[in-house]
């Protein structure tokens, strides 16, 4: 790998790929339903589209999963939410970064207070090179209550991305001490060749 001068850190794709991805939290809906009421084919949809946030390879048919969910005349405000911000989580995992966005920021129409729902537009920010909006929603998702190093590492890709490599590093820094277990977010700091003592 090479040092560009002008930015004096190294490039890894893996590191900034990934980081978007890690970031993007998924939240489990609760049931629309009222107590002592089951719908065994909304409750397989919910599972369904819950599983394929969580999952690596989420396929076409959890979209409709949560489509299906959503049309559920049920769902409280917060329960819409948390199902948006499911499908929106598994379009940024298929490169849908518009349809995710749009979802993500329904989510926190209809619920501001969920913190997963800041954090996962914060990436859909990211993917579409909004940065200064990325950097925003990272900043509410943590006030929300959002785990911290991920709102920190939001922000350094938003930054990094932005071209302000300096500032990218300190948050790089500071994600990787709030966890500092996690070796993806140790990692980064490294990569900036500028910093190194």
Known sequence: ????????FKRTAAGLACAAFAAA?????????????????????????????RGADPSPRALGACDLVLRDGGL??????????NRGVIALKRNDV????NDLEDAVRQDSGLPEAW?????????????????AAALEARD???????????????LERAGRYDDAYDAYVEA??????????????VRFVRHRG
């Open 76 to 85: 409280s405000a917060a329960d819409r939410a948390r199902a948006l911000t």
């Open 25 to 53: 939290a998924l939240v489990s809906a609760a049931s629309g339903q009222a107590p002592g009421r089951s719908d065994p084919v909304l409750d397989t949809a919910r599972a369904e589209c819950e599983s394929a946030a």
């Open 176 to 189: 990787a001490r709030l966890d500092p277990d996690n070796r993806l977010l140790a990692a980064q700091p």
């Open 1 to 8: 790998m090479v040092a560009s001068p002008r930015t004096s």
């Open 144 to 158: 929300r209550g959002a785990e911290p190093a991920l709102a920190s590492f939001n922000i350094a890709i938003a």
């Open 119 to 135: 954090l996962s537009l914060s990436a859909a920010r990211i993917r579409a090179g909004a940065y200064d909006a990325a950097i």
């Open 98 to 101: 518009t349809a995710a966005r």
